[in-house]
């Protein structure tokens, strides 16, 4: 998450203006009982422990610090659970990661967590609650009260932070029953841990501390368990949304941004790896950007063997000095941690995958295992949206011409004559273009020799044909040219130029029909109709029925190698 310098000042200003007075009241205000520095010691070590085995419910981090903190509340008072509020917090935010910045993050809870302890401690005491009490009656009543005032004081902060630091108010349910609940669950073990120490002293720690931290252990080691199963299973659920997707950019553009939901990552990088040797970019997200145009990494496209990328399995560069082993790359944005995967299938490397982010240690053993299911389904998906491409290629190719057929073409027109009649171009036209005398050419050089001129009337014409336009076969001999906002004019005028360049051309072609098979040239002249939207026509079939009808009356019947206009008296030809 980036943070404006501005905000970070006005976040310290404020933590300044907050936390130390707050501090000097809890001092003064609410003076702590004797303190019993063994005690306190031991407590603080079963703190700590215990921040560092927080658990992960459903995305949310829960850490179970209270029980500790409201006990040292109870015997020690505000000031004594102030401080262990602030070293706890310290703890967890020191063991989790996260875009903000350290600082930032400390800031923010500090000056958070401190008018909590003051509320809730002010509304214990003045609530008739007693520090050091031994009345069951009145730590269970006001220590509810104490609970309930400082989970409810801690949601309501949170939630103003949040519309400072977002312009809105962003309730997070789930987060708010969470804390709650939690908090009502640990006051019964915050009671009898303060009770127990009152009446056995550090003992205690040995009939409900040692066996909390017991239970807690193996909470957390069935909580990772099932944060595995989590992931995997929603690494399943992406496999299939992968599977699903048809074309070969949608299926990266998938990968890239769900990925984001099971492993963190600030940029992330698709490379192919063509012939073993060659790097080339399909895409990379940077700053949640989905885009070809790379800003923040630079490599070399030559593949080494020493330039830090294994071709068999995923690997974690946990610092920025560990990433400088990735030697062929150049991250132009500051990098804490990355990680590299191959892209695999049937053995083969043919692409890896580079995730970067700015903290160190981000990724963790747990985000490889997911990465390595992931790249699977990614490389199984790519070679059958290749496919899939391919063959839609294929069914809207003329496969001796490499042109469009007229299966393209027709769909073409169609979605042609909906941009004109919704007013996104101005008018449409057709030049329908045919051979003069194909069939002859067949007959004295062989069909093979008829095909070597098609294909290179092909090339000739695709020379011809503006960005927007498309050119087909439409079958035969016949070609097609679609031309979006061009007039009937400017269809001419082109139509014209393309009936010259035929005529001056030469084409050299082998006859397949003589023995000896020497290069013959051969020169054409073709027929061209033109028909216009809104003019002559206003529908598709319709233009193209025009335009042929040009090229036949107004072209061939006018004698050939002409150019025929519909919608002109007679058809006239040019």
Known sequence: MEISR???????????????????LAFTLFPSKEIDWLNLSILFAVLFVT???????KNITVSLERWITFTVFFQYGVFAELAFTQIAMFILLFSKKSDMPFLQRFFVNSMIFTPISLASGALFHYAGGVIGSTDFFNICLFGLL???????????????????????????????????????????????????????????????G??????????????????????????GIIGHQLADRLGF???IRTFIEKLRD???????????LRAGEHLITLMGSEG????????????????ALDDGLDSNVPKIFSTEKEARALKSFEFLQSVGSVMTAPIRRNQKTEGFLILTSKRKQMFQALDLKIVDVLTGYFATSLVKARYYEKTVEQSQRCGLTKLHNFRYLDAKLDEEMIQFHIGRTRSLSILMLDIDHFKSINDTHGHQSGNDLLNALARLLESFVPVEATLARYGGEEFVIALPNYGKSETLQLAEKIRREVESSTFRIIP??????????VHLTVSIGVASVPEDAGDAKELLRNADRALYIGGKQAGRNKVGVYGREDLQSV
Do not use: C
């Open 262 to 272: 099971v492993v963190p990552y600030d940029n992330a990088y698709v490379l192919d």
């Open 51 to 57: 921040m560092t085995m927080p658990l992960q419910i």
């Open 249 to 251: 950019e949608d299926v």
């Open 288 to 303: 949640n950007m989905l885009s070809k145009e790379l800003h923040d990494i630079s490599y070399n496209p030559k593949k």
């Open 210 to 235: 040692i066996p909390f931290l017991l239970v807690l252990l193996i909470a957390r080691m069935y909580n990772r368990s099932d944060n595995l199963n989590d992931k995997l299973s929603s690494a």
């Open 512 to 521: 397949d029909l003589s023995k000896e098979r020497k290069p013959v040239d």
């Open 146 to 208: 104490y609970a309930t005032s400082y989970t409810i004081i801690n949601s309501g902060l949170m939630q103003l932070y949040l519309y400072f630091e977002l312009g809105t108010f962003t309730l997070k349910e789930k987060y708010i029953v969470w804390d709650f609940v939690s908090t009502m669950m640990l006051l019964p073990f915050s009671i009898s841990l303060y009770f127990l120490n009152e009446h056995f002293g550090n003992n205690a720690i040995l009939l409900i």
């Open 6 to 24: 501005k905000f970070q000042i006005i976040t310290f200003i404020t933590w300044i203006v907050i936390v130390p007075p707050g501090v000097f």
